[in-house]
């Protein structure tokens, strides 16, 4: 079976490259599987993990929005942020999602307060679970 390419890359540098039979993508209309040759696209990304499956194994990147170009032979993820499993401090993660609950819960908040918080909880909550903690 063929691979394809993924590099991840943020504003800080490369997080993942390598190749893998498919990529798994959440993009703001849904998940999106990728496999090689497949059509070239641009899609903006959610917060989301990015699956990397290569024969029985899979990994993930916890992913904080961006963009994925998809060409034939290559993926590039270009996002905000984004993290290995093993670069994810956990406690820092719950801390964070337990601010975030906590200013969703606030009586006194406007409309961009209100979305700040639930984009940063669903920040927390997708490192936690690309933790599997």
């Known amino acids: 079976m063929s691979t394809i390419r993924v590099n991840v890359v943020t ?4 997080v993942y490259d390598g190749d893998v039979d ?3 993508v959440r993009t703001v209309e849904g998940e999106l599987g990728i496999l090689p040759k497949h059509i ?3 899609a903006p990304l959610t917060v989301g993990a990015v699956r990397l499956k290569k024969g029985n194994s ?3 990147v916890a992913v904080s929005g961006g963009f994925v170009e998809v060409r034939p032979d290559q993926v590039t993820i270009l996002a905000e942020a984004a993290e290995l499993p093993s ?3 956990v406690d820092r993660a719950r801390a964070a999602k337990e601010r975030a ?3 969703l819960n606030s009586t006194k908040q406007d409309a961009v307060d209100f979305k700040r918080a639930e984009l940063a909880l669903k920040r927390a909550i997708n490192r936690l679970d690309v933790t599997g903690k």
Request: zero cysteines.
């Open 87 to 89: 670069a994810i401090d």
């Open 22 to 24: 498919m990529v798994v």
């Open 101 to 103: 609950e906590s200013r």
């Open 40 to 42: 070239p696209l641009v």
């Open 58 to 60: 899979e990994e993930q």
């Open 11 to 14: 504003p800080d540098g490369k």
